[in-house]
């Protein structure tokens, strides 16, 4: 059965009006779903009992389980969430002063494989449809309204488990749905979607219409040599071809497109590299995100240390690129870039499950 989760105003609007009813009663059920965080079709208690019961021969109204809340000393928090199947995925709500961002998992795993990243190790499981991306934000908001009321999620990240642009129908419908002013009314520039550079991906959501998140790219390597070797992806899409994409994207006024740099000790923060990167880099509407490596068990890098990692930035800037150094957050609970992993399952998992054959 289809959910109505999944579905934008005018495809609620069209399914009440196939059941007979007149237009304000699909938007007043879109509402329910996507302004009032509604869980189950029971909660609309301004719909009629007798609708509520021929909708749900319709449709389903499915919504995540909210499993666990870890909470980590910088006040960042991660909730486990668990879909109708059984999957868990991982969301983060990050304060920062006035602001309070959430970075939401586009994808159940990831398929991309990228050598350095938790999530890759996982796979993937499934594309996450555009009721899960959007009910994240709404589990999410429920929280906050009970722990911080009054506190409202400020801007988006996809930047949790997967990669966006793989599932681009899904995430594309999502940012509709977000954006829509008589659901969540989220601002185009108060989300970022962040890609590996899937670039014939990237051509197609600059010729979205009514589409227009902020872009970020994960670069991670100055040359294709290291690239290649860290990001599987670059083989297919090398980064002459991703910078051609970039240069060609049609960016709004007053934006520009960020690149995430994951520092890797003795791999990727040389001079050579700082001076390849600012290269590359020049003369683009752009700014960077230095990311030292957040570390995990599946990976055998290292952060630069603090040193070097100084130096880099020093190095870039000075050859005139904007660079911002972002400090790990939520790492203590593994919430931090590239930690999502789903490794708090195992911990909750019954003993008994863990020792089956
Ligand atoms: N697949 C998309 C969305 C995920 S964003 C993308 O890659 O852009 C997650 C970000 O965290 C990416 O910029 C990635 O390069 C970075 N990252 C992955 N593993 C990391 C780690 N262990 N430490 C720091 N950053 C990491």
Known sequence: MHDLRNQTLAETVALAAALGEPRYRGEQIWRWVHARGASSLDEMTDVSKDLRARLAGQIALGTLEVAEVQRSVDGTRKLRLVTRDGKSIESVLIPDGDKMTQCISSQVGCALDCQFCATAKLGLSRHLEPGEIADQVYRAQALLAREEPGRRISNLVYMGMGEPLHNYDNVVKSIAILTDERGANFSHRRITVSTVGLVPAIERLGREPEVRPNLAVSLNAASDDV?????????????????????????ERRRRITFEYVLLAGVNDSDDDAERLASLLRGMRCKVNLIPWN????????????????????????????????????????????QLANRSQAAVLPASRLSAP
């Open 227 to 251: 690239r290649d070797r860290i990001m599987p992806v670059n083989r297919k899409w090398p980064i002459a071809r991703l910078l051609a994409a970039l240069k060609a994207y049609p960016l």
């Open 295 to 338: 570390p995990h068990p599946e990976a055998p890098y290292k952060p630069p240390a603090p040193a070097a990692i100084e130096r880099f930035q020093n190095r870039v800037k000075a050859l005139g690129l904007a660079s911002y150094l972002r400090t790990p957050r939520g790492d203590d609970i593994a919430a931090a870039c590239g």
